[in-house]
């Protein structure tokens, strides 16, 4: 599996790269969404992870833009962001982006939305890995840093 990986840190760069490597997954790696877009000309990955915020352009802007392409309607997203602020997780609210998951999230769990993201919509498993399926109202769980699709009472 191909895996587009954009994020402007270097040393997490490294290591979700080389995580993913050792799971056997192609990884293209970009510095920010501008180099993303740049980079991806003729492929197409099975996933997007991306961080929000980075320099030249964010992973909203560019998800924005690779949504735009034909190719690129149905690739999952997944946000990682070391940011999990109510205008973050506003940010990410629309259906056509999949996930979020705090950087410093278990790999565990970053590895089981891997899973879940790349299984065909109608054969995914219930219920969702831990963490937040986006375009729903979200909650935080009991003081942690992931989310639950929970509503918020």
Same mark, same amino acid.
């Given at each position: 599996m191909t895996i587009l990986l954009v994020d402007? !840190? #270097?040393?997490? @760069? /490294? /290591?979700? @790269? $080389?995580? #993913?490597?050792?799971?056997?997954? !192609?990884?293209?790696?970009a510095e920010n969404g501008q180099d993303a877009l740049d980079r991806i000309q003729g492929l197409r990955p099975d996933l997007i992870i991306t961080d929000i915020y980075m320099p030249v352009m964010d992973g909203i802007k560019m998800s924005r833009a690779l949504r735009e392409?034909? =190719?690129? !309607?149905?690739?999952?997203? #997944?946000?990682?962001?070391?940011?999990?602020?109510?205008? $973050? /997780? =506003?940010?990410?609210? =629309?259906?056509?982006? !999949?996930?979020?998951?705090r950087k410093g999230t278990p790999l565990a769990e970053l590895v089981q939305w891997i899973e879940y993201l790349t299984t065909p919509p109608e054969m995914r498993p219930s219920p969702i890995p831990k963490g937040t399926q986006t375009g729903m109202n979200l909650r935080p769980r009991d003081g942690s840093r992931t989310f639950t699709n929970s509503p918020i009472l």
């Open positions: 402007d !840190e #270097l040393e997490y @760069r /490294l /290591l979700i @790269r $080389t995580v #993913l490597m050792s799971r056997g997954h !192609e990884v293209i790696v392409l034909a =190719d690129f !309607e149905k690739v999952p997203i #997944l946000y990682l962001s070391g940011y999990d602020d109510q205008h $973050t /997780l =506003d940010a990410v609210k =629309d259906p056509r982006f !999949e996930g979020f998951l």
